[in-house]
DNA sequence: ATAGCTGCAAATGATTTGCATCTCT
DNA sequence: AGAGATGCAAATCATTTGCAGCTAT
């Protein structure tokens, strides 16, 4: 038995370019209600589907999961987030040193894009 | 003409040993009205005497600025909060390549503390 | 019938804001 | 008096929860 609405919340992920936050899909989907949305996105992640970040702005945002690790530049300007792939074996290789068990780990990055730059 | 319950907030959040959240502060200091706490929070982080930061728990914590960049590493089991100094620049670098102004970044460790992991 | 899904409204928690008051100078 | 600081309560936002009704087996 499927949920009916979870291709819809997860389309809407999946097609967003930025990583979405559960406002934005209820706005999107005005069909499916907020309590829904936020049970779905909770299963989603449950299940590895989604993943949950945070931008320290008082709200969580999600992303698909994917294969290949990446980091998210944000734009304190205009607001745009920038994807990019960064080799972060340097950092992690410091943590395994430690007497921590490593599950997950976040790591973003703030400042001007290049148009807001100039 | 100085706040009368700055050094107070401020003290709160130095002497703590894991990232305070306003309400931890508000607790602390009853004395204190939650609205001056926030803003108070709100100058202090402006003046760049604190800094925020959040672990995507839903509220934001406040840590003293220091001058060695540390970085944060949560347990999931029991809450605790260690602080590593990494080596971060083999990331920065990776950075500095692409057009991009960047003026804050954020690097979260999640998972199980030593004690926690056994 | 019955288990899982959903909507709706109310509850909870974090943070902000409007406004009246108080305190220095 | 006038600016800045504060308290208090109400407002706003994100997220959660209780509960009753709905749906597909």
Redesign the pocket.
Known sequence: ??????DAILKCITTSDEPT???EIVKKLP????????????YLEEKGFIQKISFGE???RYEKTSEKCHHHLVCNNCGSIEHVQLNESPLLDQIKRLHFTLTKHSIEFFGLCNTCSN
Chains 1, 2 share one sequence.
């Open positions: 038995m499927l949920a009916k609405h979870r936050s559960a406002r069909f499916v209600n907020r309590a829904t949305v936020y049970r779905e996105l909770l008082g709200k969580a």
